[in-house]
T-cell receptor, first 117, second 113 residues
Framework: GAVVSQHPSRVICKSGTSVKIECRSL??????MFWYRQFPKQSLMLMAT?????????EQGVEKDKFLINHASLTLSTLTVTSAHPEDSSFYIC?????????????FGPGTRLLVL | AQKVTQAQTEISVVEKEDVTLDCVYE???????LFWYKQPPSGELVFLIR????DEQNEISGRYSWNFQKSTSSFNFTITASQVVDSAVYFC??????????WGAGTKLIIKP
């Protein structure tokens, strides 16, 4: 199956700093990647859809200036949490879309646990 | 509106028992895709199955089986002879026309030894 990596897997930072999370598709090209956020014991919440070479599409309520997304290549999308605050602490998960009609599937990275002190 | 309902918040069974996780969906699309993902305690989401709306054949993969019923808009997942390693949160999802996934709330499955 398709493999998606995420880095870092865990990060602890001080309030006010920025954190960058990388999402890579290792064995396929992904024109579309998705960024999710998951709070404890809850389902995934889609934050934004990242398209290679164009601006990301953010879901309602997600601040695009706070959560910067860059999808500069077909295998890499990055999410930068700017001026992080404790309420940004969460589990961030990316996925990459494997296209191809009936084979259409999203494969997920292992997630990044962010703790803002 | 598109929606996925997993009414079972948590299920606890003893190892070797069979267990079924329910998933009911709502969509106005005539062509759609349904998915099941497993999320173990490590957090990584593992893809289990994809089902197209025009393929109602049930599927079996080892101890896992899926029952897709368009008439009741359900896509239930059964684990036969459950094992402790099956303990996880299981999510059912529906893909919309924008290729986004509509997620159920998840069912936490606890398999006791």
């Amino acid at each position: 199956g398709a493999v998606v990596s995420q880095h870092p897997s865990r990060v602890i930072c001080k309030s006010g700093t920025s954190v960058k999370i990388e999402c890579r598709s290792l064995d396929f090209q992904a024109t579309t990647m998705f960024w999710y956020r998951q709070f404890p014991k809850q389902s995934l919440m889609l934050m934004a859809t990242s398209n290679e070479g164009s601006k990301a599409t953010y879901e309602q309520g997600v601040e695009k200036d706070k959560f910067l997304i860059n999808h500069a290549s077909l295998t890499l999308s990055t999410l930068t949490v700017t001026s992080a605050h404790p309420e940004d602490s969460s589990f961030y998960i990316c996925s990459a879309r494997v296209t191809g009609g009936v084979q259409e599937t999203q494969y997920f990275g292992p997630g990044t646990r962010l703790l803002v002190l | 509106a598109q929606k996925v309902t997993q009414a079972q918040t948590e299920i606890s069974v003893v190892e070797k028992e069979d267990v079924t996780l329910d998933c009911v969906y709502e969509t106005r699309d005539t062509t759609y895709y349904l998915f099941w993902y497993k999320q173990p305690p490590s957090g990584e989401l593992v893809f289990l199955i994809r089902r197209n709306s025009f393929d109602e054949q049930n599927e079996i993969s080892g101890r896992y089986s899926w029952n897709f019923q368009k008439s009741t808009s359900s896509f239930n997942f059964t684990i036969t002879a459950s094992q402790v390693v099956d303990s996880a949160v299981y999510f059912c999802a529906l893909r919309d026309s924008n290729y986004q996934l509509i997620w159920g709330a998840g069912t936490k499955l606890i398999i006791k030894p």
